[in-house]
């Protein structure tokens, strides 16, 4: 099993719709999980933290299920600026490396 | 807000050279990360530095590659004899501490190896 799965996608969704993004993860054992943003050749930056009994900002909810080793982001009402791949990422052992899935790329229409 | 900077933005050079990407952490952060990113694919971790000594390193990270902080700000990345498979986007990443703490990622090096 990868360290962690993700859907590459593309998603393609109108303005205005509701998408989501899953992710799996291997380690049991791991404590910190993110959602990440990438821009075309641009660094990731961080979207949210996902805690165990799920996190909202604004058109953005993420939620984590331990038991599943499950990872979600859910993006409402999606903006055109929404458009780039979202990384799902997990804090990895005692040293904190992060460990990057593939990405999914969304792509909102006009 | 606080950013990490990398230099250079884009380094060209020739198989077998030796290049040093360098990156100036945000000021009160203790742990330091290498992380490269091949066109198309994943971001990878190499290495990570803390208390002026490497505390984990991946197998990319072989001999060729070397990490230090020789000022007390800048953290550099050497790799000696450069292979047409180090071109890369290369990353710098940092945080204050502890296991929940966000790193914050530099804009990156793009490193091409002709």
Known sequence: ?110 | EPEVTQTPSHQVTQMGQEVILRCVPISNHLYFYWYRQILGQKVEFLVSFYNNEISEKSEIFDDQFSVERPDGSNFTLKIRSTKLEDSAMYFCATGLAGVTDTQYFGPGTRLTVL
Do not use: H
């Open chain 1, 1 to 110: 099993r990868k360290e962690v799965e993700q859907d590459p996608g593309p998603f393609n969704v109108p303005e205005g719709a509701t998408v989501a993004f899953n992710c799996t993860y291997s380690n049991s054992a791991s404590q910190s999980f993110f959602w990440y943003r990438q821009d075309c050749r641009k660094e990731p930056k961080l979207l949210m933290s996902v805690y165990s009994s799920g996190n909202e900002d604004g058109r953005f909810t993420a939620q984590l299920n331990r038991a599943s080793q499950y990872i979600s982001l859910l993006i409402r009402d999606s903006k055109l600026s929404d458009s780039a791949t979202y990384l799902c990422v997990v804090l990895w052992g005692a040293t904190n490396k992060l460990i990057f899935g593939t990405g999914t790329l969304l792509a909102v229409q006009p």
